[in-house]
Structure formats: structure tokens, C-alpha cells
């Protein structure tokens, strides 16, 4: 089950319980961005996903993980990763990120989106769309790569590409260097972690039975950040914008899929030229 590298791979029976999983975190996350709108707060987002999860007979990943209070990370605006559900309020034109975990007979599955509330700024949707875009492209190298590595390279590509077409509105997008994606399976967070970012490390090598999670997050300004006094939110230094997009993706012997994704990937690897393997 374990390599020498002490990365946990996964039997085609084990990846279709995490399938499980990855789908009740997928119905979860769309209640929840269903739910987004001004006047909404961060707490009832949380509620939302607590009772999808409890109610198909799943165990949040979170709560209680390390002591965290709550089912959800609500992340909000300058907040990158890991906010506390609570009493605020959403306000037009917010940045929300919203990341979410499950279990499902003891393997888990986690995935995470951000929206803005209302219209919005167009550089905000901006950012949050480069993210996603940055999401499937790390995926879909991921599909062809042989290191690990291969994923980052990806992801910076994407945002190099929207600041040469001035997408950012000539502000230049931060990756967070400091929160990676990781190894996912009997544990939310293991070995192997996943860069967002070029390294000289290819990383490890992909082989059918790796399961992880891609990650990126880009901020609109420097990446500098720092965690405030309840030891979860992290914050840009700046008070620049985030966005954070999350999928856990499983290699098997055919391909890849996304497990927290209800087509499997299907429609944005399509696009981007990668079949979804079936799944077992």
C-alpha cells in the first residue's frame, strides 16, 4: 500500500470509496454556492454543509481536525485559506472561498471554489477565474506528467499568461507559496505535497494509486501572509484578494479523474485535451 517514499497509493477499490467521498463533498460545496448571497452569513454557509454531509451519512473532514471549530473553511476577501465560520455577514462584491472535506468509511475526499457575491469587481471574477483556470491546467499536466513537479509548472503558467494579456488589470498576481496541495486518502493531509509553483524538486513520480489534492491560491498582490490571533485565518499582508479552487484527483492505470467532481473532469479536461479514465 505504501511506497518507500511513505506515499499511501490506493487499490482501484479504495479510489471508488474516495469517489464516495469526493461526490458528497461535491454536493455539499453546491449547496453552499447556491446559498452564496449578500445578507448571507459565513456561519449559515457552514450549517448548509453540515447538514449535506450528516445527511449522506458522512463525517466532516474538518471539524475537530487540530481542534478546527467548524465544517467549512469560509475564507473572506483578504482571507487566503482556513477562515472560521461566524457571524459575518457577505457583502456585494465579496471574495468567498469556501473549502470542504468528508469522509466516507474512513477515506476522505476534498475539494474547494471561491465566487464572488453579486456582480462584482471584474478584476475579482478575474482572479477567481485564473484560479480555477489554473486548477484544471495543474490537473490536466498533472494526467501527462511523470514527477509531480509537473503541476506547479502548470499553475504558474496560467497566471504568467494572464498578466502578459493584462487580465490583471496590471496588478501582478501572488501564487501562496506557503499552502500546497498534498496527498489524500485514510488521512486529509500526507505525503506527497504538491507545489503551486516551479521548483527545482521534480517531486515524486505519478503512478497508478496516487490520490491528491491540487490546490492553487493566487492573490491580487504580493503572497506575503500571515495567520491571525485564532491560529487559523490566514491573511494577505497587503489586504490584496484571494481566491483558492480545490479538486482531489486520483491516477489510475487508464488515466486520471476527478473524484470531486461530479463528471469525473470530464467537461474541463475535455477542453483542455485529457480523457477522464473510468472509474472502477
Known amino acids: 500500500m505504501f511506497g518507500r517514499d511513505r506515499i499511501e497509493y490506493k487499490t482501484p477499490e479504495q479510489v471508488a470509496v474516495m469517489r464516495r467521498a469526493g461526490l458528497v463533498v461535491a454536493d455539499a460545496l453546491g449547496a453552499v454556492r447556491a446559498r452564496i448571497t449578500a445578507g448571507v452569513t459565513t456561519a449559515d454557509l457552514d450549517a448548509v454543509a453540515e447538514e449535506v454531509i ?39 462584491g465579496d471574495v468567498v472561498s469556501v473549502d470542504c472535506g468528508a469522509i466516507v468509511d474512513g477515506w476522505h475526499g476534498d475539494s474547494a471554489f471561491s465566487a464572488v457575491v453579486g456582480d462584482g469587481h471584474a478584476l475579482d471574477q478575474e482572479l477567481v477565474t485564473t484560479t480555477e483556470d489554473a ?68 517531486g515524486a513520480k505519478v503512478r497508478p494509486g496516487l490520490c491528491v489534492a491540487v490546490e492553487p491560491m493566487l492573490v491580487r498582490g504580493a503572497e506575503a501572509n500571515r495567520t491571525l490571533a485564532d491560529d ?49
Open 135 to 202: 486548477l484544471w491546467a495543474g490537473i490536466a499536466a498533472l494526467a501527462r506528467a511523470d514527477r509531480l513537479g509537473a503541476v506547479g509548472e502548470a499553475v504558474e503558467e496560467v497566471v504568467e499568461a494572464a498578466a502578459a494579456a493584462g487580465r490583471n488589470g496590471g496588478v501582478a498576481y501572488g501564487i501562496v507559496e506557503d499552502y500546497v496541495g498534498h496527498g489524500i486518502g485514510t488521512a486529509m493531509h500526507q505525503p506527497p505535497d504538491v507545489p503551486n509553483y516551479r521548483t527545482r524538486d521534480r
Open 232 to 280: 487559523w485565518t490566514v491573511v494577505t499582508e497587503d489586504g490584496s484578494r484571494a481566491a483558492h479552487w480545490e479538486h482531489t484527483v486520483a491516477v489510475l492505470e487508464d488515466g486520471i479523474v476527478v473524484l470531486t467532481a461530479p463528471d469525473g473532469g470530464a467537461e474541463r479536461l475535455g477542453a483542455l485535451g485529457v480523457q477522464v479514465a473510468a472509474l472502477p
Open 54 to 92: 450528516l445527511g449522506a451519512g458522512a463525517t466532516p473532514s474538518f471539524l475537530g481536525y487540530h481542534g478546527y471549530p467548524a465544517t467549512l473553511c469560509v475564507s473572506v476577501n483578504e482571507e487566503i485559506v482556513h477562515g472560521i465560520p461566524g457571524g459575518r455577514v457577505l457583502q456585494p
